[in-house]
């Protein structure tokens, strides 16, 4: 199991950046994939940016079409913790971000909300225009 704390949501107006931070603990983090979603009011919850241990070797950055080039993805495995630094951000971006732990996951499966097993709390992003 892998506890998962949210934290840097905040009200913001267009344009503007954030970071979120996603301190995990428990199982090994650095073999993790790690990965973003959120859910926007009223609607179900989508994948935003993943960051995949792929083949015991290296790390990958997977993002949804809509975040690419504004929003990265990183992590930090000395504290733990994977970020997601969003840049031009526009009202549709609003929702509740939620950071998810998986393990062996690629491709499709770690765009599928279904397939991680362990989830954070959900920090707010507010983007007014």
């Known amino acids: 199991q892998v506890q998962l704390i949210e934290s840097g949501g905040g009200s913001v107006q267009a344009g503007g950046s954030l970071r979120l931070s996603c301190a995990a603990s428990?199982?090994?983090?650095?073999?993790?994939?790690m990965s973003w979603f959120r859910q926007p009011p009223g609607k179900e919850r989508e994948f935003v940016a993943g960051?995949?241990?792929?083949?015991?070797?290296?790390?990958?950055?997977h993002y949804t079409d809509s975040v690419k080039g504004l929003f990265t993805i990183s992590r930090d495995n000395a504290k733990n913790t994977v970020y997601l630094q969003m840049n031009s951000l526009k009202p549709e971006d609003t929702a509740v971000y939620y950071c998810?732990?998986?393990?062996?996951?690629?491709?499709?499966?770690?765009?599928?909300?279904?397939?991680?097993?362990?989830w954070g709390q959900g920090t707010q992003v507010t983007v007014s225009s």
């Open positions: 998810a732990a998986g393990r062996d996951l690629g491709g499709v499966r770690l765009r599928t909300a279904s397939e991680y097993d362990n």
């Open positions: 428990g199982r090994a983090f650095s073999t993790n994939d």
């Open positions: 960051h995949s241990w792929y083949a015991s070797k290296s790390y990958y950055a």
